[in-house]
């Protein structure tokens, strides 16, 4: 079977624009839908790309389902603006956002500048992707309440882990600064 | 043979990242998968200084997940991180070596 590689945008196009979840299309499918939603996309398709697509499309053709979900998309996106990456760029911004990544990054102003840069916003980058995924799997009111919470304590509990962080470094800074020189760097490497 | 510069850490890390370049949280769960969990504070406090110690190189890198984008910190080794590496692994190497001759000896 042929690999198809869909890229991000298009990924957003068929998430936002159809509401699917994505885990529900193979990438074959996925760019089945968008090269039925017309010739909005098919500018974005090589020669060969859409040789390949009417060869897969001939032997497995699409439901009826997802035929009427392919044109519902080729009205949205004829409503969209006509560049499809300032387009994907404008629907990945308006993606439904429940507000929350922007007030937990809030807690991070309780650190240093340093702190903040080297601990906090790499653990909360990998957090917030933790998240994001397991999101996408959760789709009832208590489950999605549920992770808020979760989360939430987790960013709480990262913030006073940077914390613990720092100071254990402060403290160790003030303590080899209090040794003889050829033990201070013997013991540096420890720490 | 000088002692090593590196901590047992650090040393693990350098090798996971041998592999080539990987995100952090990868290097994380590879380092919780040898028994070594660390929180994430604790565990970019380690990469911070290895990065001042320029033995590792992180960056951003931009990802779409679920229509949000976020960034991912990605680390990959330098040549000071390889010669580091290295020179801990000869190390050990050189002490196991001496370790089993005369354990050897011992028993002979």
């Known amino acids: 079977m042929q690999t198809i590689e869909v890229s991000d945008a298009e990924w957003i196009f068929v998430r936002e ?61 004829r409503s969209h603006a006509t560049d499809p990456e300032k387009a994907a ?31 906090f916003e790499p653990a909360y980058n990998d957090m917030l992707q933790d998240y994001l995924e397991t999101r996408g799997q959760y789709r009832t009111k208590w489950a999605k309440r549920w992770l808020k919470l979760v989360f939430t304590l987790k960013t709480v509990s990262m913030v006073c882990g940077c914390m613990r962080a720092a100071l254990v470094e402060k403290g160790k800074n003030a303590i080899l600064c209090l040794l003889p020189g050829p033990f201070r760097q013997w013991l540096a490497r420890w720490f | 043979m000088p002692l090593p510069d590196l901590t047992h850490l650090q040393f693990l890390v350098l ?35 290895l990065e001042e110690a ?36 000869e190390f050990y190497r050189h002490h196991f070596r001496r ?10």
């Open chain 2, 15 to 49: 090798s996971i990242l041998l592999d080539g370049e990987q995100a952090g949280r990868d290097v994380r769960q590879k380092l919780e998968d040898e028994g070594e969990s660390k929180s994430g504070p604790a565990f970019y406090q380690m990469m911070a200084r």
């Open chain 1, 17 to 77: 624009c159809l509401d699917i979840p994505i885990h529900e299309l193979s990438p074959v499918e996925a760019r089945a839908i968008l090269w039925h939603s017309g010739e909005f996309l098919i500018s974005q398709c090589s020669p060969a790309e859409i040789e390949t697509f009417r060869g897969i499309l001939e032997k497995e053709p699409l439901s009826n389902e997802m035929l009427a979900r392919a044109r519902g998309l080729n009205l949205t996106l």
């Open chain 2, 99 to 108: 370790k089993k001759l005369s354990g050897k000896l011992g028993t002979a």
């Open chain 2, 54 to 89: 320029g033995s590792v190189e992180g960056w951003y890198d931009e990802k779409v997940i679920d229509g949000q984008r976020i960034k991912e910190r990605r680390y990959r080794i330098t040549g000071a991180g390889e010669a580091a590496r290295q020179e801990v692994w």
């Open chain 1, 89 to 119: 760029d404008r629907i990945a911004a308006e993606a439904p956002s429940d507000g929350l990544p922007r007030f937990w990054r809030l807690f991070s102003y309780l650190l240093s500048r340093k702190s903040r840069e080297e601990l």
